[in-house]
């Protein structure tokens, strides 16, 4: 029994069924209360403000909608995010169950509350909602989904270039910044990462094997008979038959030692 199945068994009554839904549709309200600039200010995550006392923002940040994007696109963009958070927290929950999906999602709120509170990194939901998708596409690589509306693309190829995304910003950020990139997404990390280390060192053991298989495999252009007269092989000539003399070499049956009985 794992680990994750002996937390379900004990604490499986604290799973809150339809969770991303909820999410989903307090975000959809939050855009919408939103139009006026100071009520997104009063959600936003700021430890500051929450060490005097304002501690709703350790839970309504998650509702936020990105504020760039929503700026740019508006409501376009809110409804396909929405849409698309209740699409693959269908999928994680369908494929996951309630309980787990609700560990996942709490102990990716507490990472990215303690970026910022010990790291001065303030990820807001991005972080959180990315581990969402990384999740979804763990478990349905081949979903297509459908980019700016009119691009095809497997939901793994779109993860692959996020996260490329995100290795050149650990990779060029401060160490601050690489610690939080770290504690925001501890939740994929504690739940996918020994998956993802076994893929990785049994695709490292089946290539190796390939290679040595490969490296003692004879092609089929090489030749396994030879004449040490002539030279002759079974790929110069299908037809001849070889044998091994006493002295060790082998010959084709034209020119075989006469004086020496073939070795089979």
Request: glycine residues 6%.
């Amino acid at each position: 029994m794992s680990w994750l199945d002996r937390l379900e068994k004990r604490f499986g009554f604290l799973a809150i069924p339809g969770l991303i839904r909820i999410v989903a549709g307090f975000t959809a309200l939050v855009f919408l209360l939103s139009l006026n600039p100071d009520f997104r200010s009063v959600l936003e995550l700021r430890p500051a403000l929450i060490r005097r006392g304002e501690v709703w923002r350790l839970v309504t940040y998650i509702f936020l909608p990105p504020a760039d994007l929503t700026q740019r696109f508006g409501v376009i963009w809110t409804i396909f995010a929405v849409w698309f958070l209740w699409f693959i927290g269908e999928g994680l929950e369908h494929a996951w169950g309630t309980f787990r999906l609700t560990l996942y999602f709490i102990v990716g709120m507490i990472g990215t509350t303690a970026a910022a509170f010990f790291l001065g990194v303030n990820f807001s939901n991005t972080m959180l909602m990315a581990s969402l998708f990384y999740a979804f596409a763990y478990f349905y690589p081949d979903q297509v989904i459908y980019v700016a509306f009119i691009l095809p693309l497997k939901v793994k190829w779109v993860a692959w270039l996020s996260a490329l995304f995100l290795v050149f910003g650990f990779a060029a950020g401060p160490n601050s910044q690489r610690l939080a990139l770290l504690v925001a997404l501890s939740n994929f990390l504690i739940f996918f990462g020994p998956q993802l280390f076994q893929r990785a060192r049994h695709r490292q053991e089946v290539s190796a094997r390939r290679r040595r298989f490969e490296a003692s495999s004879r092609s089929e252009n090489e030749a396994l008979h030879k004449c040490a007269t002539c030279g002759a092989t079974e790929v110069t000539d299908p037809n001849l038959d070889f044998r091994v003399a006493r002295d060790g070499e082998e010959y084709c049956m034209a020119h075989l030692p006469k004086a020496e009985s073939p070795v089979r």
